[in-house]
């Protein structure tokens, strides 16, 4: 079965950090470029940040630009997003899904997603 899993998410005080990790089973994830998206409640998913294929090119959406940084790890079939300084608008479900590339917006797939709470 294909599937992209999500972890790592949870609850966070304000300037806090944490780490997510997407996984890839049934595949093999350096074929494709892989984002970070989020919903936040009563609000429309938004993209947090992707990566390329080859990890070379990444970008960001402003609201994080500088807190959050993408990673992955092809040897390990994983995507990484640490996210750090974290607020209390920080909180939503993040989901990891894979693309063909950045540039491109059909999501080829998506994780089932990982909450994230940033409260004190």
């Known amino acids: 079965q294909l599937q992209l899993v999500e972890s790592g998410g949870g609850l966070v005080q304000p300037g806090g950090s944490l780490r997510l990790s997407c996984a890839a089973s049934?595949?093999?994830?350096?074929?494709?470029?892989i984002g970070w998206f989020r919903q936040a409640p009563g609000k429309e998913r938004e993209g947090v940040s992707c990566?390329?294929?080859?990890?070379?090119?990444?970008n960001y959406a402003d609201s994080v630009k500088g807190r959050f940084t993408i990673s992955r790890d092809n040897a390990k079939n994983t995507v990484f997003l640490q996210m750090n300084s974290l607020k209390p608008e920080d909180t939503a479900i993040y989901y990891c899904?894979?693309?063909?590339?950045?540039?491109?917006?059909?999501?080829?797939?998506w994780g089932q997603g990982t909450q994230v709470t940033v409260s004190s």
């Open positions: 990566i390329s294929k080859s990890g070379g090119s990444t």
């Open positions: 899904a894979a693309r063909m590339a950045c540039s491109l917006p059909t999501i080829m797939r």
């Open positions: 049934g595949f093999t994830l350096d074929y494709y470029a």
